[in-house]
């Protein structure tokens, strides 16, 4: 029985390369889609979003199946019986997709000139709204994998708790969430009813666009355990950062920089 599951372990590692992979995909089709853009005709729009949605859900919907695949071979491993299966995340409601996607294009077409980034001139302008439409399709494509994993913890009466896997080379931000290990449900109570179970929940499981890290299930019977880096980006935070409320990410940044 496998006793030990840590962020740095193989299995974590080629899961969390296998959504990299996908990530990879994804943005070779939404640049083809790109070139499809054209801001001199704002009619042809909504089907540009359309054509940006079907791309999106389709990676969407490998994400979740690789995120499942994965939850079930990790569980499998684990040997703690019972059939539970993990079910596909929802995909996230085509308004959000929408929205999210025309958020990342809103200065192309400027309703004003009063910020900035309107008074740039138009090809700057496109360069910013790819640039935001790859981050957006990015998150919206891989938070479904992350969201698999972790609805199946929430529902699998022998997941017990999750982590992030960050990659060595991940940012700031990422190395911090990834050094708070592993989320724990309540003790005894896991399962039942364990949707506010989860304490220190949000700190694990916020993303941002492009960001690579996974989530990885604990189950019963398993033990954490924090892998080298993280264990390292750990004792930065203890040393530089933890005895600076509000100031903490900054300093963990410098911390990284000069002793990481
Ligand atoms: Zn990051």
């Known amino acids: 029985m496998a006793s030990t599951v840590s962020d740095g372990d193989g299995a974590a590692d080629r899961y969390r390369r296998a959504q990299r992979g996908l990530s990879r995909l994804l943005l070779r089709d939404i640049g083809r889609l790109w070139r499809l853009f054209n801001p001199a005709q704002p009619a042809a729009l909504p089907d540009w979003l359309e054509a940006a949605d079907e791309v999106v859900s389709r990676f969407g919907d490998m994400s979740a199946s690789l995120a499942a695949e994965f939850y079930d071979a990790q569980r499998a491993q684990a040997d703690v019986g019972g059939g539970f299966r993990s079910p596909l995340a929802d995909p996230p409601p085509a308004e959000q997709v929408e929205a999210s996607l025309r958020w990342a294009i809103h200065d192309v077409w400027p309703q004003g000139t009063e910020t ?8 700057s302008r496109v360069a910013v709204a790819e640039r935001q439409v790859t981050g957006v399709a990015q998150k919206l494509v891989a938070d479904q994998g992350r969201e698999t994993v972790r609805q ?3 529902r699998d009466p022998q997941a017990v708790a999750y982590a992030r896997a960050a990659a060595l080379g991940a940012c700031s931000f990422c190395r911090l969430m990834a050094s708070r290990g592993a989320v724990y449900a309540t003790e005894g109570s896991a399962g039942m009813d364990a949707n506010d179970l ?3 929940d949000a700190s694990v499981v916020k993303f941002h666009d492009n960001c690579h890290c996974a989530i990885i299930p604990v ?3 398993q033990q ?4 080298p880096h993280a264990s390292d980006w750990d004792r930065l935070y203890r040393e530089y950062a933890a005895p600076f409320p509000g100031d903490q990410l900054r300093r963990f940044r410098r911390a990284i920089a000069e002793h990481g």
């Open 152 to 154: 199946a913890v929430r």
């Open 219 to 221: 189950f019963r019977g």
């Open 224 to 227: 954490f355990e924090l892998s």
């Open 116 to 123: 900035e980034a309107q008074q740039q001139p138009l090809n």
């Open 198 to 200: 989860f304490s220190g």
